[in-house]
């Protein structure tokens, strides 16, 4: 599985932007798939994930703001970010879980204040 994210950029606080992921190679219907996110001196963590069934989890910080979608016959994950914050600036991956972790390449989302 190759994952290819798209869709970072600059932003300014209050603004709006999608992400785009589009796998290659098999995803299975009980695979997971989302994004994490990793700012400059801290550890990654998830922003969001989504099961192929559509039920959905996001960290606590994005609740309200962030929606991720998912299209299964495409092999894709978008993730609308709303709202952005200074603090949401970091490099985001792709993630699909499938008995194996797989990464995208990361796209870094820089908002300003």
């Known amino acids: 599985v190759q994952l290819q994210a798209s869709g970072g950029g600059l932003v300014q606080a209050g603004g709006s932007l999608r992400l785009s992921c589009a796998a290659s190679?098999?995803?299975?219907?009980?695979?997971?798939m989302g994004w994490y996110r990793q700012a400059p001196g801290k550890q990654r963590e998830l922003v969001a994930i989504?099961?192929?069934?559509?039920?959905?989890t996001y960290a606590d910080s994005v609740k309200g703001r962030f929606t991720i979608s998912r299209d299964n016959a495409k092999k894709t994950v978008s993730l609308q970010m709303n709202s952005l914050k200074p603090e949401d600036t970091a490099v985001y991956y792709c993630?699909?879980?499938?008995?194996?972790?797989?990464w995208g390449q990361g796209t870094l989302v820089t908002v300003s204040s």
């Open positions: 993630h699909c879980f499938q008995g194996t972790v797989y």
């Open positions: 989504a099961s192929s069934g559509g039920s959905a």
């Open positions: 190679g098999s995803i299975f219907s009980f695979s997971v």
